[in-house]
């Protein structure tokens, strides 16, 4: 039985960096025992409420009553300064950032872009991708190979400037500005990277809007137009947030994907011995590296009671969804690595109506390039100890800055 009862306020400012490459920190876990829901420090100095269960967060991000919209008073950031609170107000809100009817709208206007239909006529190509740069790979004569750089970063790159009509020139430009847009590196970098990317968005719309083209803008333009307005503002918003989102997510699971596999051969072997299993591992994979921890945070609008504990009305609510996806009421031995596990009901994605948008064009991705990776060649291994890569712990997406793996 969950208890239901809320944590005192802890000295622990949150997030914590995680001290283990595959779990989460001790910190969380401990929280986590106290109780369900606990009041915590940020790293900003403010306070707010910090959900921690999987059943408590899954109910958080199903109720209306919690907004999303950063701009509202209470909400809890991580960077409380002026400036970061002066951009977030001055700029149309990401469809991240959207509540009730507007959120719905903005969705609805997208959607059809993920249908399983429109997913599956992309697997043929998504696969070629994938084939393409591990036939580079097989090709060099040096040896190891930065399996970020080889596999990981191009695949969903090629694939989300494909679906997007992005210039594929250009993912160093993009690549590198949401890489510092996600790492805890300092204010004005962050900043000029937004700026720089955003602006490079801009253009890219506007082009669109002039030379239409078969893909995912063009589209959208063509279809506010048949309503008589085009919102340039709001297709900025949405490409910036689908060209950002749809790559490092994805790359970031494809490397720490390699790593828990190689590192657990009893469980790589069921999925190459099983192709059938590689979905389930995805979901597993997903589940145990939750890469983007404490990006579901809400503001409440009203009084709301969650799991037994009273919170008011401008209180800021951060799900930590890594907490949620290793706590043992939801699935047992967290810490164990199980590709049968079954763990669909992960709270990676989120849950409730902001739901990962693009989750099944990750998930085909994922299964196509471990499917690929390990038939192709089934003698990869890592090239440094596991304990000795370079995690990400200075980002906001977990993930390791450089694989080398040889074969």
């Known amino acids: 039985m969950t208890k239901s009862v809320a944590g005192e306020l802890t000295g622990l400012k949150l997030p914590v960096e995680r001290g283990c490459p595959f779990s989460p920190p001790t910190a969380y876990e401990r929280l986590?025992?106290?109780?369900?829901?606990?009041?915590?420090?940020?790293?900003?100095?403010?306070?707010?409420?910090?959900?921690?269960?999987?059943?408590?967060?899954?109910?958080?991000?199903?109720?209306?009553?919690?907004?999303?919209?950063?701009?509202?008073?209470?909400?809890?950031?991580?960077?409380?300064?002026?400036?970061?609170?002066?951009?977030l107000r001055s700029q149309p809100p990401l469809m991240l950032g959207m509540d009730g009817a507007e959120h719905s709208s903005a969705r609805?206007?997208?959607?059809?872009?993920?249908?399983?239909?429109?997913?599956?006529?992309?697997?043929?190509?998504?696969?070629?991708?994938?084939?393409?740069?591990?036939?580079?790979?097989?090709?060099?004569?040096?040896?190891?190979?930065?399996?970020?750089?080889?596999?990981?970063?191009?695949?969903?790159?090629?694939?989300?400037?494909?679906?997007?009509?992005?210039?594929?020139?250009?993912?160093?430009?993009f690549q590198s500005r949401t890489t510092m847009m996600v790492r805890r590196t300092s204010l004005e970098d962050r900043q000029r990277a937004f700026a720089e990317l955003r602006a490079y968005i801009d253009d890219l719309v506007t082009r669109k809007e002039s030379e239409p083209g078969d893909d995912l803008f063009s589209r959208q333009i063509?279809?506010?137009?048949?309503?008589?307005?085009?919102?340039?503002?709001?297709?900025?918003?949405?490409?910036?947030?689908?060209?950002?989102?749809?790559?490092?997510?994805?790359?970031?699971?494809?490397?720490?994907?390699?790593?828990?596999?190689?590192?657990?051969?009893?469980?790589?072997?069921?999925?190459?011995?099983?192709?059938?299993?590689?979905?389930?591992?995805?979901?597993?994979?997903?589940?145990?590296?939750?890469?983007?921890?404490?990006?579901?945070?809400?503001?409440?609008?009203?009084?709301v009671e969650i799991g037994g504990v009273s919170i008011k009305a401008g209180e800021g609510v951060i799900v930590s969804t890594l907490s949620a996806n290793w706590d043992p009421a939801a699935f047992k031995d967290p810490a164990e690595l199980d590709v049968e596990r079954g763990a669909r009901h992960h709270l990676a994605f989120g849950f409730g109506p902001h739901q990962c948008l693009g989750q099944n064009l990750a998930r085909m991705e994922l299964q196509i390039v471990f499917d690929t990776l390990f038939r192709r060649i089934p003698t990869l291994r890592l090239a440094a100890p596991a304990e000795d890569l370079p995690f990400k712990t200075d980002a906001v997406i977990y993930g390791v800055h450089e694989l080398p793996v040889t074969w």
């Open 108 to 173: 609805r206007a997208v959607i059809g872009e993920f249908t399983v239909k429109r997913l599956a006529a992309l697997r043929p190509r998504i696969q070629d991708i994938v084939d393409h740069f591990i036939d580079d790979m097989l090709a060099t004569d040096h040896r190891p190979v930065d399996l970020v750089q080889a596999l990981s970063l191009p695949v969903p790159s090629l694939v989300i400037c494909e679906l997007l009509g992005v210039p594929y020139t250009d993912h160093d430009f």
């Open 32 to 87: 986590r025992e106290q109780a369900p829901i606990n009041k915590v420090r940020l790293t900003s100095g403010g306070e707010a409420w910090w959900v921690s269960g999987h059943e408590e967060g899954r109910a958080v991000l199903a109720d209306g009553r919690f907004s999303s919209d950063k701009r509202k008073d209470g909400f809890p950031l991580f960077t409380l300064d002026a400036a970061t609170l002066q951009q």
């Open 222 to 303: 063509a279809r506010q137009r048949q309503k008589g307005t085009i919102d340039h503002a709001g297709l900025v918003s949405l490409a910036f947030l689908l060209l950002t989102a749809g790559h490092e997510t994805t790359a970031n699971m494809i490397s720490l994907g390699v790593v828990a596999l190689l590192t657990h051969p009893q469980q790589l072997a069921l999925i190459t011995a099983d192709p059938d299993k590689t979905p389930m591992a995805v979901e597993e994979l997903l589940r145990y590296f939750t890469i983007a921890d404490g990006v579901t945070s809400r503001v409440t609008t009203e009084d």
